[in-house]
């Protein structure tokens, strides 16, 4: 299954809720709907032959359903954190990515392609920074680079 085009990416967005006393970084698998509303539109009008459209097979409702709830988990456990260690902080983004391989690994190994990647390991990072976690700082005292805190554990 190979693709035949890039859809635009949405830029990554900052939103504040009720609960949420920081801004919260949307979920990579929500910028995914948005590219499965848009193929389907593209689709609908006739701007692209449905034998092209690949978001489905790429974006199952299985894993969408299933990375929001590991995401969510993950911003759960963010939130909760209070003045925490590096262990700690750590441990969330453990917790994170193993459940998050998991879902890959019952999505074939496949559920999360390069950009899909890129997405996840972003909206950690920004989930952290928005806490308050100073990322190159916790990557420093653990002899890693700032943008290697999920690959002890990552398999996707």
């Known amino acids: 299954m190979g693709r035949t085009r890039q859809l635009p990416l949405p830029p990554n967005r900052i939103v504040s809720g009720p609960d949420y006393g920081r801004g919260m970084?949307?979920?990579?698998?929500d910028l995914w709907r948005d590219r499965l509303a848009e193929e389907a539109r593209e689709v609908a009008c006739g701007a692209l032959a449905a034998e092209e459209a690949f978001m489905t097979r790429l974006f199952p409702e299985s894993l969408l359903r299933a990375t929001d709830g590991a995401l969510g988990s993950f911003e759960a456990e963010v939130l909760a954190l209070r003045t925490p260690s590096d262990d700690e902080?750590?441990?969330?983004?453990r917790r994170a990515v193993l459940a998050l391989n998991a879902?890959?690994?019952?999505?074939?190994?496949?559920?999360?392609?390069?950009?899909?990647?890129?997405?996840?390991c972003d909206?950690?990072?920004r989930t952290l920074?928005?806490?308050g976690i100073d990322?190159?700082?916790l990557a420093a005292?653990?002899?890693?680079?700032?943008?290697?805190?999920?690959?002890?554990w990552r398999d996707w």
């Open 25 to 29: 970084t949307i979920k990579p698998s």
């Open 89 to 93: 902080v750590l441990g969330v983004v």
């Open 103 to 120: 879902i890959n690994e019952e999505h074939g190994g496949g559920g999360y392609e390069t950009g899909e990647r890129e997405e996840l």
């Open 123 to 125: 909206f950690i990072d």
């Open 129 to 131: 920074e928005g806490h």
């Open 135 to 137: 990322i190159p700082a």
């Open 141 to 152: 005292r653990n002899g890693i680079g700032a943008h290697e805190i999920t690959d002890e």
